[in-house]
């Protein structure tokens, strides 16, 4: 049970962005493409299981002060670094062989995804702004991992709410960092040192803006509309709204944010919003549905 926690599988929620490019090209139904974007989803899960593991012995020190993630079975003892770092190099190239396996492109995505992510690791997470952007990026490389794997193109305009949306989720996770661990935040991340409440408050509320923004521009680009069948996505607006609404309360009024899987798995709130939105923006794109307006 302690090997599986280590692994972190509830974080394997952040590997649905490859599901993207099946759902948007309308391959949803296409037996073929869905396992090959599940064969995906599967190589990510390993290779970022890999990564935590490699993270959590890099953060050993770190992790063993902090009131949560002390709790981690790597940081509390309960795994050894060294028996972390064997099943890391176990997983992680089963995952990129599956990957390689699907084509050479999806491969490719996934290999420089996990070497990025073992540099912010060990590395560029001690850089300010540096380190946000480095998990707004691992997004992007899922979105573009999911495209490859099925080989069909994606809109830039997802690619940017994709980026405006990773960036927005992890500043709010330093936000709550900052919050929640007080003075002993700089012990935990000493990058933190160069952060503030004010600063980051602004930073979230400018990504708030331009992910809605965005987003709303992808659902009525010509080119959207012609790829997707419908130019009804723009009723999904409002839905996309509230969910960056209901994130921003939980965070500033519940202190939450510090970990977004955790707030979609738990918050009834997040969960209606994400299925209501899911609902309207398939049945929008498998029924045609086109809107009268001018």
């Known amino acids: 049970m302690h090997y599986l926690r280590a692994l972190r599988p509830h974080q394997w929620v952040k590997n649905v962005f490859v599901f993207a490019a099946l759902v948007f090209s309308r391959n949803l139904t296409n037996r073929e493409h869905g396992l090959q974007t599940l064969t995906i989803f599967g190589a990510f899960c390993l ?24 709790q981690r ?3 509390s003892g309960a795994i050894s670094r060294t028996n972390a770092i064997i099943l890391s190099l176990i997983l992680a190239p089963i995952g990129l062989s599956i990957a390689f396996w699907l084509n050479t492109a999806t491969g490719v995505v996934l290999a420089t995804y996990a070497v990025m992510n073992l540099a912010y690791s060990v590395w560029l997470k001690h850089f300010v702004l540096l380190d946000v ?7 992007l490389f ?10 069909v193109d994606i809109s830039f305009w997802l690619l940017i709410c994709t980026f405006f949306i990773s960036l927005f989720l992890a500043f709010c996770k330093r936000r ?3 919050e929640s661990l007080g003075e002993d935040a700089i012990s935990h991340r000493g990058n933190l040192a160069h952060y503030s409440l004010q600063f980051i408050d602004k930073m979230v509320a400018a990504l708030a803006s331009m992910t809605v923004m965005s987003y709303a521009l992808y659902t009525i680009d010509p080119r959207t509309v012609e790829k997707v069948g419908t130019n009804g996505l723009v009723l999904t607006v409002p839905l996309v709204l509230f969910g960056i609404f209901r994130y921003l309360y939980l965070v500033h009024l519940h202190q939450k944010g510090g970990s977004p899987t955790e707030v979609v ?17 398939i049945g929008l794109i498998y029924f045609n549905v086109r809107l009268h307006l001018a």
């Not at 935590?52 to 002390?70: C, F, M, Q, W």
């Not at 899922?142 to 080989?151: C, L, N, W």
């Not at 709130?269 to 923006?281: E, K």
Request: hydrophobic letters at 55%; zero cysteines.
């Open 133 to 139: 952007f480095m998990i707004a990026l691992g997004f």
């Open 142 to 151: 899922r979105v573009t991992a999911g495209a490859f794997a099925i080989e």
């Open 176 to 178: 709550h960092e900052l």
């Open 265 to 281: 798995l738990t918050d009834r709130g997040m969960q209606v919003v994400i299925a209501l939105y899911l609902a309207l923006a």
């Open 47 to 70: 290779v970022a299981s890999a990564i935590y593991l490699v993270n959590d012995v890099a953060d050993y020190e770190r992790d063993r002060i902090h009131p949560k993630k002390s």
């Open 73 to 75: 079975p790597i940081a």
